[in-house]
């Protein structure tokens, strides 16, 4: 990713991916992604390891709403803040 930046110490996002998309993840894995959970409802949960923000949130948003920001809550408050101004606009 062009976000990534190999000076900055990598953080960890926690995701649950939905049925709709857990076999997408499964499947074709993020670099850096470590599966957590494998849920009977065949949800996953898993972490992936970042150094910006940008490598992951455009593809949360593309997933929305099969994929969930569990951690960092900052990260899930910058996801849902961009869907309500999108909402708002006609």
Known sequence: SIWFNENTEPF??????LKGASKYFKRRPLPTQ?????????SIEFD???????EIL?????WVPHLKVLEPKWL????????QEYLKED
């Open 34 to 42: 470590t599966i957590t959970s494998i849920n009977s409802d065949d």
């Open 76 to 83: 899930d408050d910058i996801v849902k803040q961009d869907l």
């Open 48 to 54: 992936i390891k970042i150094t910006h923000e940008m």
């Open 12 to 17: 960890t996002v926690k995701l649950l991916a």
């Open 58 to 62: 455009p593809i949360i948003k593309y």
